[in-house]
């Protein structure tokens, strides 16, 4: 079992920075080996994917955050980050995140087992 714990998000004018950040609660052994990702959600709009990173770190994003986020994970904290620069009023939105045991993942909640309870990014203009 996994339990995934945001930090807080935070509001901020367009052009900004925000740094979110992910813990989980599970050994490290079995952190590790986990993919991971960072979904968002805003009112009256289905989940959508934002960042993933697989076991072996590797990366994908969604188009509209290329360029701007960046997703990254370190093992020993057991800590997953998104740092999101240039930020929009467009990423408003509700952001989780996302973890899986499974070597390969992709941006759809299917992908993933394991979720937290979402933490509030707001982007005024």
């Known amino acids: 079992q996994v339990q995934l714990v945001e930090s807080a998000g935070g509001s901020v004018q367009a052009g900004g920075s925000l740094r979110l950040s992910c813990e989980a609660s599970i050994a490290y052994a079995h952190y590790s080996i986990l993919s991971m990702g960072w979904f968002r959600q805003a009112p009256g709009m289905e989940r959508e994917g934002v960042a993933t990173i697989a076991r072996d770190g590797s990366t994908s994003y969604a188009d509209s955050v290329k360029g701007r986020f960046t997703i990254s994970k370190d093992n020993v904290k057991r800590t997953l980050y998104l740092q999101m620069n240039s930020l929009k009023p467009e990423d408003t939105a509700m952001y989780y995140c996302?973890?899986?045991?499974?070597?390969?993942?992709?941006?759809?909640?299917?992908?993933?087992?394991?979720w937290g309870q979402g933490t509030q990014v707001t982007v005024s203009s």
């Open positions: 996302a973890a899986d045991p499974k070597s390969e993942v992709g941006l759809k909640k299917s992908f993933f087992a394991y």
